[in-house]
């Protein structure tokens, strides 16, 4: 079954902080994808990253980062000195790449991040 | 740069009437999605449509949903009958490809039926 976990329900830090959003994930299939998605205030989705199932390596694009850990079956997001503008919903997805798939997107239960000035 | 776009962007209606839900994907995606996400809940999958027909569906789009794409640009969700169950954000996304290839969204279409 695939499944996809975000225990933090609401963080909330203080501007400047560093902040980890967690990610766990189920899947039978070797092959996938993990993505996470971004829903500020006005409510669209915003793709930040993709990664996929072969590609281990962690990512830094300016102040985020993830940690990507098949061991764990995690693909954790940090925010490196927090800003107010981060205050968001953010969603941790999973698609499943075998045949027949259509790739489509399952999300976890989102964790909303509260950046205080 | 290219962008999903719906409208409308709000739409009430009334229980048991039918609502149209119109999506207009970027221009060289192949890949189509329906998903919705109720009121401070998380996004769930209602439909994928390819080469002109459904690849996969979730068991929420029972036979009140259908999903047409009329024409080359227009992707369009149908609620034959709504339920007040149906009120939600509905988003629609549309991909390039499928392997390697994020899905964008649009900024959703927010359903209220009273």
């Known amino acids: 079954a695939q499944k996809v976990t975000q225990a933090q329900t609401e963080i909330s830090v203080v501007e400047k902080e560093d902040v980890t959003l967690d990610c766990v994930y189920e899947t039978r299939d070797t092959t996938y994808y993990l993505f996470w998605y971004k829903q500020p205030p006005s409510g669209e989705l915003v793709f930040l990253i993709r990664r996929n199932s072969f590609d281990e390596q962690n990512e830094i694009s300016g102040r985020y980062s993830w940690n990507f850990q098949k061991s764990t079956s995690s693909f954790n997001f940090t925010i490196t000195a927090s800003q107010v503008v981060d205050s968001a919903v953010y969603f941790c997805a999973l698609s499943e790449a075998e045949a027949d798939s259509s790739y489509k997107l399952i999300f976890g239960s989102g964790t909303r991040l509260l950046v205080r000035p | 740069e290219p962008e999903v776009t719906q409208t409308p962007s709000h739409q009430v209606t009334q229980m048991g009437q039918e609502v149209i839900l119109r999506c207009v994907p970027i221009?060289?995606?192949?890949?189509f999605y329906w998903y919705r996400q109720i009121l401070g809940q998380k996004v769930e999958f209602l439909v994928s449509?390819?080469?002109?027909?459904?690849?996969?569906k979730s068991e929420i789009f029972d036979d009140q949903f259908s999903v047409e794409r009329p024409d080359g640009s227009n992707f369009t969700l149908k609620i034959r009958s709504t339920k007040l169950e149906d009120s939600a954000m509905y988003f629609c996304?549309?991909?390039?490809?499928?392997?390697?290839?994020?899905?964008?969204f649009g900024p959703g279409t927010r359903l209220t039926v009273t």
């Open positions: 449509f390819y080469n002109n027909e459904i690849s996969e």
């Open positions: 996304a549309s991909s390039e490809g499928v392997r390697d290839h994020e899905q964008y």
């Open positions: 221009s060289n995606h192949l890949y």
